[in-house]
């Protein structure tokens, strides 16, 4: 099923919540920038494999997609490194247009 | 003349949907909207008229009734009897960019996607689609209605086109990012680099900078278990990292550099969370780092080095950093789990230089293990530390390097930030004793 973008939204709040990233607001979780993300993941991973946490969030961002049948095509932990400058909201949308249909 | 037209139809299509390049912005998706856009530089020289329409659908338009569009009737409004018809033409990967959110809360009562919250499939994705038209004048009045088989949208005026004045050449990215970029597209996406600059506040000591780069060698995979809640991600890499000094006679940077390939598996999956109604997201991976060549930044002493390793998770290691972010109401500063990770080195010296480290010690095989644990204190306020642990097994030693630091934001979008850090300790290849305090002032821009 293809994703609207509130369900892309609610998708990535439940997958912050789920590494005890919490947001009360769209609006907050939007303006969260990448950058500080990539930061606060990096300290949870080893030196030697400092991808780990992030990989394993965006891994988590797919399995989410995957329960609804939808898959974002392109997407794993280098799109965070790929668009620091960027906030959580340019990643809703990235999700969003980049969804595919599995059904 | 139909001929020629299916072929412009097909030609937009192919075009549109092998460049990506295209945005479909809808300003307002509530309503219908058109209007007349020129076509792109990316899909001219096709004999395609120069303008086309672009159809904006309302945000309650489903996705079935959007890509079942029968036909669309162009009527020029100083010929009312003229009608055109314009056969349907679905443009797949139009992209949006829609408006943000309004400032309401997260609704409370919907349970979350991994506890079985369906989405509702309403069609924002591909809500504006492309038509083109022969022989038109973009500056004239129009109507067009959108047919949908029995039923059919009410009369759409199509916006006539205005040109825009010429856009000033983007000054805001420095060559380097933009030599960068290219690069990057060159290699489909999958090269990655960061550099973050370190400076210490005490001017003797020299700054350094971290550097990481990396490129994957296949998209990750990701294999999701029977029930979709759990799952496996595989990937292969080839990998460079480093902290280079920029005065490489100063000891109180651990200046080293390293090469790798590796391939690697991750077990994501989800645990339910003892203090909500919510679940927690923990992994365990393995990595095989089959070719590691890793160097100090003279390659004075380099090693040749066959890593397997493990990190993961610690499953509610969190639970006290969370409990405390929603006691106090903590937002945007994540409680991450105590990340735990260990690595056995087998050592192959190719290069030895007794100055900088004993050979004995510089050869051994070593297994390290790294505990990282960061806890919010508040929105802005974090405090985290980490401890690696050598033992050096030919050379019956063990050494150690322990680092403490607390980031402070200095705003509430996270764009500025102050770390103090401490580090103490000995790290691979060299084990040179480093001792450093040190405070990094970061401005994102």
């Keep these: ?103 | 003349m139909k001929t020629r037209f299916l072929a412009y139809l097909t030609c937009v299509t192919l075009c549109l949907l092998g460049s990506g390049q295209l945005l479909l912005a809808a300003d307002d998706t509530n309503v219908w909207g058109s209007k007349f856009i020129p076509i792109p530089d990316n899909i001219q020289g096709y004999g395609l008229p120069p303008y086309m329409i672009q159809v904006v659908l309302p945000d309650d338009t489903s996705t079935n009734q959007a890509r079942n569009v029968v036909n669309y009737t162009l009527t020029d409004d100083k010929h009312p009897e003229k009608v055109i018809l314009i056969k349907a033409v679905h443009l797949m990967g139009g992209k949006i960019t829609p408006k943000k959110t309004n400032d309401e809360n997260f609704p409370t009562n919907v349970p979350s996607s991994s506890t079985g919250r369906k989405w509702g499939g309403s069609l924002t994705a591909q809500n504006a689609e492309l038509i083109t038209v022969d022989n038109i004048d973009p500056t004239g009045s129009y109507t067009l209605v959108v047919h949908f088989g029995d039923t059919a949208s009410p009369n759409i005026k199509v916006a006539a086109y205005k040109p825009a004045e010429p856009a000033e050449p983007d000054q805001s990215q420095g060559e380097v990012v933009r030599i960068f970029e290219v690069t990057s597209n060159l290699l489909s996406g999958r090269f990655t680099l960061t550099v973050d600059s370190l400076a210490t506040l005490d001017a003797k000591k020299t700054p350094a900078f971290d550097y990481s780069a990396s490129f994957d060698l296949m998209d990750p995979r990701l294999v999701p278990s029977a029930n979709g809640n759990n799952g496996w991600l595989y990937s292969l890499s080839l990998a460079s990292e480093g902290t280079i000094s920029l005065n490489s006679a100063d000891t109180n940077i651990n200046q080293h550099l390293s090469f790798s390939a590796s391939g690697q598996g991750m077990y994501i999956y989800q645990v339910k969370d003892p203090l909500s109604n919510g679940e927690l997201a923990y992994y365990a991976g393995f990595r095989l780092k089959g070719a590691e060549i890793e160097s100090d930044q003279r390659f004075k002493v380099v090693n040749y080095t066959l890593k397997p390793e493990v990190a993961l998770w610690v499953p509610w290691s969190n639970l006290p950093g969370l409990w405390w972010s929603r006691a106090i109401g903590i937002e945007g500063n994540p409680a991450t789990p105590l990340c735990v990770y260990a690595g056995y080195a087998y050592v192959d010296a190719i290069k030895t230089d007794s100055a900088k480290v004993s050979s004995s010690v510089q050869k051994s095989d070593r297994l390290e293990t790294e505990f990282a644990y960061a806890l919010p204190l508040t929105s802005n306020l974090r405090v985290g530390t980490r401890v690696r642990l050598f033992w050096l097994f030919d050379d019956h030693s063990f050494k150690n390097y322990e680092e403490l630091y607390v980031r402070r934001y200095l705003d509430a979008k996270k764009m500025t930030s102050i770390e103090f850090k401490y580090a103490h300790g000995e790290v691979a290849p060299t084990f040179e004793k480093g001792d450093a305090a040190s405070a990094g002032f970061s401005v994102q821009f």
């Design chain 1, 1 to 103: 099923m293809l994703p609207n973008r509130d369900d892309i939204l609610y998708t990535v709040n439940d997958c912050c919540q789920s590494i005890g990233l919490l947001f009360s607001k769209p609006a907050q979780l939007e303006a969260y920038p990448i950058n500080a993300f990539i930061t606060d993941l990096e300290n949870a991973a080893p030196t030697a494999w400092k991808t780990a946490s992030l990989e394993a969030f965006s891994g988590m961002i797919q399995l989410h997609c995957l329960q609804q049948k939808c898959y974002i095509k392109g997407f794993d932990s280098t799109w965070f490194y790929n668009n620091k400058d960027k906030t959580m909201y340019d990643l809703t949308v990235y999700l969003t247009n980049n969804a595919l249909d599995l059904e």
